[in-house]
């Protein structure tokens, strides 16, 4: 549809796009703009189906009485054969301003950030027992000096592996690996691989019902920094373990319309280690994370200390059709003793954590109303609250 607009720094224009069919697996939309200083913009969207890849590209040229300005944004994404995946992205801009000026990002597909460029390669094998995906990336900050924009992390890597043991094990044993190397700020250098070798077990249940298993992690972290705040100079490597045991007890009760559910969840977890001062990072926990073996969201260590995780967890279906018709689930962690390098967000370093939980009821198939809760460990307040 043709538009008209107005700029501070353009004045008025007019936009008259046009959309062309070139072939059957090709097509282009033409997005001229005239301005009344006689700048002119053609802005170009152009799209093409190839056999085992889409390519879609977004580029420009401003031509007036500042020169000629433009931009080239470019995606191809497909399969290289039936295990390797790719994605290609290129971006780049003539005029640290002009993406913004000219509010290019609300007629491009493309174009997401008005101030940071991203171009990349990512490759993703997948075979029957394991997964590798890598990527080389460049992002340029426009909003920055020229020699501190550019931040480069190639590679970017992620391998895991499921391995086989014997059933007698009772559970699942996989390895990951996972790293980068980066350069950003014209001297700072990180390298940083990480080895996690995790097991987890299958679920045992007693005779009274109690549902219990456990995960057993031990993750060896290796980095390499100069002039980093993030990791210690020079070489380092760490040795982490964490121990999780999760426990349950489903209960059920039937009557002549519905059936209820109550679930009380208790999880356990210790690690002999210390953790670095995690102190001020932003991790805001909620039912759906606190459970989780990395709640405190380090790929680089574990959460050290032990700590005892108690959770409820309520819901009630119609007998007949098995419709949910409210569920309610709550938890708190609590430690004999504080954890001051631990998160203080969610109160994760203290005796007791914030309280969390969800409340979700169905009114019916076409309404449905859902409360999510973080309040204080005293109810006073709280930290997160989604309606």
Do not use: C
């Not at 007036?64 to 994404?77: I, M, P, V």
């Not at 890597?157 to 559970?171: A, D, L, R």
């Amino acid at each position: 549809t043709p538009s008209y607009a107005s700029s501070e720094s353009f004045g008025t224009s007019i936009n008259i796009p046009y959309f062309k069919v070139i072939d059957i697996d090709k097509d282009i939309t033409f997005n001229p703009k005239i301005y009344a200083d006689k700048s002119f913009l053609l802005q170009n969207e152009y799209r093409h189906a190839l056999q085992n890849s889409n390519i879609i590209s977004d580029f420009s040229f401003l031509i007036g009485d500042a020169g000629t300005k433009g931009h080239l944004f470019y995606n191809q994404n497909g399969n290289i054969n039936n295990n390797t995946k790719f994605e290609i992205n290129l971006q780049n801009v003539e005029g640290d301003n002009f993406l913004k000026n000219h509010n290019l990002s609300k007629t491009s597909k493309l174009i997401n950030d008005d101030d940071l460029l991203l171009s990349n390669i990512n490759l993703d094998w997948t075979f029957n027992d394991s997964n590798l995906s890598s990527s080389f990336k460049v992002y340029e900050d426009l909003t920055r000096n020229y020699h501190d924009r550019f931040q480069f992390i190639f590679p970017d890597f992620n391998f895991i592996k499921n391995i086989e043991i014997p059933e007698s094990y009772n559970g699942k044993f996989s390895f990951n690996t996972y790293g980068f190397n980066k350069n950003y700020d014209t001297n700072i250098h990180e390298a940083v691989v990480t080895n996690d070798f995790l097991f987890n077990s299958n679920d045992f249940i007693t005779k009274k019902g109690i549902v219990s298993n456990y995960n057993l992690l031990l993750k060896n972290s290796n980095t390499y920094s100069k002039n980093s705040q993030n990791f210690d100079e020079d070489s380092d490597y760490k040795l982490f373990g964490s121990l999780k045991f999760d426990s349950s007890l489903p209960l059920r009760k039937s009557s002549e319309k519905f059936i209820d559910y109550l679930t009380p969840i208790l999880s356990m977890r210790y690690s002999p280690n210390n953790n670095t001062d995690l102190t001020n990072k932003d991790i805001l926990l909620d039912y759906n994370s606190v459970f989780d073996l990395n709640r405190i969201g380090s790929n680089h260590e574990v959460e050290g200390g032990e700590s005892l995780t108690l959770g409820l967890d309520l819901k009630r279906d119609e007998l007949y059709s098995k419709k949910n018709i409210y569920n309610f689930k709550i938890a708190n962690v609590l430690r004999i003793n504080e954890n001051s390098k631990l998160p203080k967000k969610s109160k994760l370093n203290e005796k007791r954590s914030d309280i969390f939980g969800n409340l979700n009821y169905n009114i019916n198939e076409n309404l449905k109303l859902g409360y999510k809760f973080s309040y204080d460990n005293n109810m006073k307040y709280s930290n997160l609250e989604a309606i």
